[in-house]
């Protein structure tokens, strides 16, 4: 390589004109600590028109990001198009397969394809590096890849999606309803085109799904990873957790055994003194568990211009300055591929039963429980206006296969109106 | 290099017992992530006979580290033996003139000879790494010197030694003396041979400035950098601290602006509930900020045989991999060598003076507050059994030199017994 490195930016927006503003403000910086001069020779998006308040004139512009993706001109090709397949993955092809970098923010194409794109980065001999596709600024990629990498990790965890976290948390700091603040946050543009997407926990399971795979030097599975997003959380289920003392967060979980690898994305309780129950708004915070390091925690803005844009401009220093290790930090053919199991961790749960308001109802439910050998710790029936009985379960520590074995069984007297929302108490 | 990377360990203290627990325990993962098998050649210490928990017939032994350095069979020497200067720089000296790359967790003696040990190894094309010399487990100098790498490092903060840590908490915690609590520690096996440079804050100091260094493109300055050990913080001080709703802590801050580099290691009160404040004993925390990621937060073990071996066998598979980058993130010979300043950010500070108990000594203390223009935010007067009248106080924001000017006049009227005690309030 010469002493610059040529990038082609495909996709203009938040993120790639934040990375278009730290190339043209800290270019010396970048120039002192890769050895290299950063030079962007050409973007591409839909418009070229729009401003995007970058100055763009000092680049070639391309209609078509799948020709940016092959110009000769060009080392590395940044992919900030965004989506799972479409344009974004076949630019990505195309550059890979013309012998080009590849540095991309795209969680939803390396969730679903990231391991025949890794088997086709390697065999290429080109790098194909995504810091800015979990958790934004915060070096996670990193810390599993090459920091951690001497540990034998047992666990990741993490908070990840910065839309869902806004939900949660304003709905606790206002006492509005999940309807109206995911009005509110729609209205910010908060909210992905499909928002399911972002409240359905999927965007945050792609992350999870790419942490998972460098971790434990397993093939990315998404299939695998079970997801239930907030939409069920009302605002009683916030002030009961609140009141008992937690908080209710979108949290990831990832372990393997022998068994195979376990992966959830599903709101739980955790204690509101916990670092976890800090965060605000938009900050993400990844817990990494191996055997030498014990715990590491990393916190930082999850989404944004700048610190996404941080992330892509590392990857591309790493590039400059020679670093290619394999995709997934092994190479992607020694990859395993493990069966999805369900852990039989035992966990504290949190059950909201919208009761038909009978004599003899709750008799039932308890039963239920008792029958799957579970004891209650704590419930509560809260007074109500309506027909429905809302009560409030917690469980002592059980499995949860013997709390759906117990739900099932409510469901099948008819006592409750609608099904339970189930959340797990993590005493993290 | 060959399929396999062959290391000499010199030092066999609880960090190179932990290396060698990880590279016998880990291999495959180790082999797999770095593409090369990873084999321990040579180990150097003290004494041949002593037990360390490990099997070391595998390997040879030498009763010199230097004559580790500089055998011909090993590509890494692992400096662990410690010291700023005797064998430890000799047998780094001569690993580096030996074209062997060196990874070291030794923060003395890179913050006193750190920019001509860097400008050899680069001259010599060989990696000086130093992951383990700063807050152990936690990826901080990978952050810096890779991750962060597009930014402008605008601030670094943290809570770096884990004996202050846990001797200010137990202090809190117990409600015993200083002096009570430093024992316990000693007797724990927590304090270096010389324990000031824990509770003197200088081995948080040596860390703060490596620190410094990558972040601002400067020379390593640890003379430049002002330090204050936790030595004169009374249990009153921890008592009226948390119940001003705060937690002492020895805090890192590294900022730099055109008139120069600040660097001070000082015991601060933090906001209970801030993240630093909730750190407990051994547990280190780093906060970076910079212009384009905003604020990043890195929590973990800050010592121990586990977490300061993960780090040491990060800096191994780096080079594995063939990573080589300049020691502190740009060209050795490229760092800037500024001049130290205080800063002029305005802070509050509590301030416990031993007054004299005579009339009219509170009144010439306020005076010479409101000489400096300085505001009292909060007073407070203990009831007391001996003639000395310790009294709190807390200004608003002011700058520190003119507090200091306050304080000496407070010095001149003879109204305090001894030097008053002075800690800033930080509101991160």
Known sequence: MSDTIKIGIAGLGTVGAGLIKIIQKNSKILAARSGKSIEIIAVSALSKSKDRGVDLSAYEWENDPINLAKRDDIDVFVELIGGEDGSAKQATEAAIKHGKHVVTANKAMLAMYGQE??????????????????AGGIPVIKALTESLAGNNITRIMGVMN??????????EDTGLPYEEIFEEANQLGFLEADPNL???????????????????????????????????????????????????????VSTINKLGLSQTMRPCLVPASSP?????????????????????VLRGAGAGEGPTASAVIADILDIARGINIPVFGQPANSLKKVPSINTTVENSFYLRLNLKDEAGILAKVSAALANAGISIDRI??????????????????????????????????????DPPVVLRIETV
Chains 1, 2 share one sequence.
């Open 117 to 134: 794109l890794a088997i086709s980065a390697e065999s290429n001999n080109v790098n194909l590096r995504f810091e800015a596709a979990v």
């Open 380 to 417: 509560r029936q809260e007074v109500h206006e309506t027909d429905a009985a809302p009560v409030i379960i917690v469980t002592h520590p059980t499995e949860r296969d013997l709390l759906n074995k117990a739900i099932a069984e409510i469901e099948a007297t008819s006592a409750a109106i």
């Open 276 to 296: 976890l129950a800090q965060l605000d708004g938009g900050t993400n915070m990844i817990i990494i568990e191996g055997d030498a390091v014990g715990q590491i």
């Open 198 to 252: 972002d409240v359905g926990g999927i965007d945050a399971a792609h992350k999870l799904v790419l942490l998972s795979s460098i971790a434990y030097g397993t093939q990315v599975d998404f299939e695998g990873a079970v997801l239930e997003g907030i939409g069920r959380i009302s605002i009683e289920d916030i002030r009961a957790a609140s009141e008992m003392g937690y908080r209710i967060k979108l949290l990831g």
């Open 162 to 171: 910065g839309t869902c976290n806004y939900i949660l948390t304003r709905m």
